[in-house]
């Protein structure tokens, strides 16, 4: 059979068996290794073992579990609790000044935890009974939470670049500072947002009580205030200040990262024995998540590659005569409909590797691709109907939260990461303060 068929059959293949229900992890690696044994032969089974083991010992990937160990570990330290109520007092002045710490209080989760669900279960316990008993909108409330839940995948350092890096073979600090304009302006836009929602729609978000923001001004304010920021910020100048001023690479930032949250748990006086087998049983599940469907899908690269199906695209691209400034759009809305079906794991091993080939082609600069595809994925988390945020709010939220007012709620933020996407793509000079070799 022909390069081109049999390229077709695989991706049929792959689709039909993805979408009868079979786990993406072993749908790439039992297809791929049918097709492999037919077209290649046995010696398919010389040559796998080998790429196995190379993706097993890249250096890279240590930081994945190192990075979910991180932000474990922090949750149960207690840390988030005290943050998120300390802010909340802090902007309650401001109408929605409780909405807006949330956003705050997000990123910084961001830039310590990276952990998706854990940031939105942890926010959602904490924030979402107080936002409602103070008057905020359901919509408001739930949509607030879930964007900053978000912030994770996209405020470095984050287990999605990691993985993201590695895949496409760049730099994972370089990713880690192409990201923190985007990331500056996509906080920014959501306070702006949430700010002219409290006064167009004040019923919406309402201030917090005088009499409390009085007692907290009154009692112990700056002590409050720097046992809050204190610890957190500790650990984000720990990972990322070692990482940027190159002591360290970000695998050894990550487990800089891990002693360093263990460090503040035991400070907090919450590192137990239980707390230590529950932060090692989490990680060992997440970690094993990502790296069996990595193993799947470097079966699937090596049939993929092996048959030419690189070039195969590469040939489709040419004849079409896409610009290439629209190719990427294409690229980018493909990412966000998928988003909205499968994990963003799932994205990264099977999508990104067979569009790399076309990304060389058109010679772009792949550390802008890189965030352009971060805030995309990123926006996977809210997507309906499979969005894992929602999934992890809904589990928390009180019964009066219905699945229609976190939809509602994640919808207005969608908006703005789509808004953020397209001005990275048609303007990628907004990426002024990063290094040189990470601009279009």
Same mark, same amino acid.
Do not use: H
């Given at each position: 059979?022909?390069?081109?068929?049999?390229?077709?059959?695989?991706?049929?293949?792959?689709?039909?068996?993805?979408?009868?229900?079979?786990?993406?992890?072993?749908?790439?690696?039992?297809?791929?290794?049918?097709?492999?044994?037919?077209?290649?032969?046995?010696?398919?089974?010389?040559?796998?073992?080998?790429?196995?083991?190379?993706?097993?010992?890249?250096?890279?990937?240590?930081?994945?579990?190192?990075?979910?160990?991180?932000?474990?570990?922090?949750?149960?330290?207690?840390?988030?609790?005290?943050?998120?109520?300390?802010?909340?007092?802090?902007?309650?002045?401001?109408?929605?000044?409780?909405?807006?710490?949330?956003?705050?209080?997000?990123?910084?989760?961001?830039?310590?935890?990276?952990?998706?669900?854990?940031?939105?279960?942890?926010?959602?316990?904490?924030?979402?009974?107080?936002?409602?008993?103070?008057?905020?909108?359901?919509?408001?409330?739930?949509?607030?939470?879930?964007?900053?839940?978000?912030?994770?995948?996209?405020?470095?350092?984050?287990?999605?670049?990691?993985?993201?890096?590695?895949?496409?073979?760049?730099?994972?600090?370089?990713? *880690?500072? !192409?990201?923190?304009? %985007? =990331?500056? /302006?996509?906080?920014? $836009?959501?306070?702006?947002?949430?700010?002219? +929602? #409290?006064?167009?729609?004040?019923?919406?978000?309402?201030?917090?009580?005088?009499?409390?923001?009085?007692?907290?001004?009154?009692?112990?304010?700056?002590?409050?205030? *720097?046992? !809050?920021?204190?610890? %957190? =910020?500790? /650990?984000?100048?720990? $990972?990322?200040?070692?990482?940027?001023?190159? +002591? #360290?690479?970000?695998?050894?930032?990550?487990?800089?990262?891990?002693?360093?949250?263990?460090?503040?748990?035991?400070?907090?006086?919450?590192?137990?024995?239980?707390?230590?087998?529950?932060?090692?049983?989490?990680?060992?599940?997440?970690?094993?998540?990502?790296?069996?469907?990595?193993?799947?899908?470097?079966?699937?690269?090596?049939?993929?590659?092996?048959?030419?199906?690189?070039?195969?695209?590469?040939?489709?691209?040419?004849?079409?005569?896409?610009?290439?400034?629209?190719?990427?759009?294409?690229?980018?809305?493909?990412?966000?409909?998928?988003?909205?079906?499968?994990?963003?794991?799932?994205?990264?091993?099977?999508?990104?590797?067979?569009?790399?080939?076309?990304?060389?082609?058109?010679?772009?600069?792949?550390?802008?691709?890189?965030?352009?595809?971060?805030?995309?994925?990123?926006?996977?988390?809210?997507?309906?109907?499979?969005?894992?945020?929602?999934?992890?709010?809904?589990?928390?939220?009180?019964?009066?939260?219905?699945?229609?007012?976190?939809?509602?709620?994640?919808?207005?933020?969608?908006?703005?990461?789509?808004?953020?996407?397209?001005?990275?793509?048609?303007?990628?000079?907004?990426?002024?303060?990063?290094?040189?070799?990470?601009?279009?």
């Amino acid at each position: 059979m022909s390069a081109d068929l049999i390229t077709v059959l695989l991706f049929i293949g792959l689709v039909v068996l993805l979408l009868m229900g079979f786990p993406v992890a072993f749908t790439l690696g039992g297809l791929s290794v049918i097709l492999g044994y037919f077209v290649f032969g046995f010696e398919f089974f010389n040559l796998l073992p080998l790429r196995v083991f190379g993706i097993m010992t890249n250096y890279v990937l240590i930081a994945v579990p190192l990075f979910v160990f991180m932000g474990t570990m922090l949750e149960k330290s207690g840390i988030a609790e005290r943050l998120l109520n300390t802010m909340s007092l802090l902007l309650g002045r401001l109408r929605g000044g409780l909405a807006l710490s949330v956003i705050v209080v997000g990123a910084l989760l961001g830039a310590t935890t990276g952990v998706v669900g854990a940031t939105v279960t942890t926010m959602g316990l904490l924030s979402l009974p107080t936002m409602l008993k103070r008057g905020f909108s359901k919509s408001l409330s739930t949509g607030t939470i879930a964007a900053a839940g978000t912030l994770g995948q996209l405020v470095p350092p984050s287990v999605l670049m990691v993985l993201l890096g590695s895949v496409m073979n760049v730099s994972v600090g370089d990713l *880690f500072a !192409a990201a923190i304009v %985007p =990331s500056v /302006l996509l906080v920014g $836009v959501y306070l702006i947002y949430i700010y002219a +929602i #409290a006064l167009l729609k004040p019923e919406q978000a309402p201030p917090i009580d005088a009499d409390e923001l009085a007692d907290f001004w009154r009692q112990g304010m700056l002590v409050r205030v *720097f046992r !809050a920021f204190v610890l %957190p =910020s500790f /650990l984000v100048i720990a $990972v990322l200040g070692s990482i940027y001023t190159g +002591i #360290a690479t970000p695998t050894e930032a990550a487990a800089v990262g891990a002693l360093v949250a263990t460090v503040l748990t035991a400070l907090e006086k919450k590192l137990t024995w239980s707390v230590v087998l529950d932060v090692c049983k989490q990680t060992t599940f997440l970690t094993s998540m990502v790296f069996i469907i990595l193993v799947g899908a470097t079966a699937f690269g090596l049939v993929f590659r092996g048959i030419g199906g690189d070039d195969v695209l590469v040939r489709l691209l040419e004849r079409t005569n896409l610009n290439p400034q629209f190719f990427l759009a294409v690229v980018l809305i493909g990412i966000f409909v998928a988003g909205a079906f499968i994990d963003f794991i799932e994205i990264i091993f099977i999508f990104v590797p067979v569009i790399m080939p076309l990304l060389v082609k058109y010679n772009f600069n792949l550390i802008w691709v890189g965030i352009l595809m971060t805030v995309s994925l990123q926006t996977s988390f809210l997507t309906p109907p499979f969005g894992f945020t929602l999934f992890y709010l809904k589990g928390v939220a009180p019964p009066e939260i219905s699945t229609g007012d976190i939809y509602r709620g994640v919808v207005p933020f969608i908006a703005l990461q789509l808004l953020i996407t397209f001005l990275l793509l048609f303007f990628p000079d907004i990426l002024s303060l990063i290094p040189t070799g990470a601009r279009r």
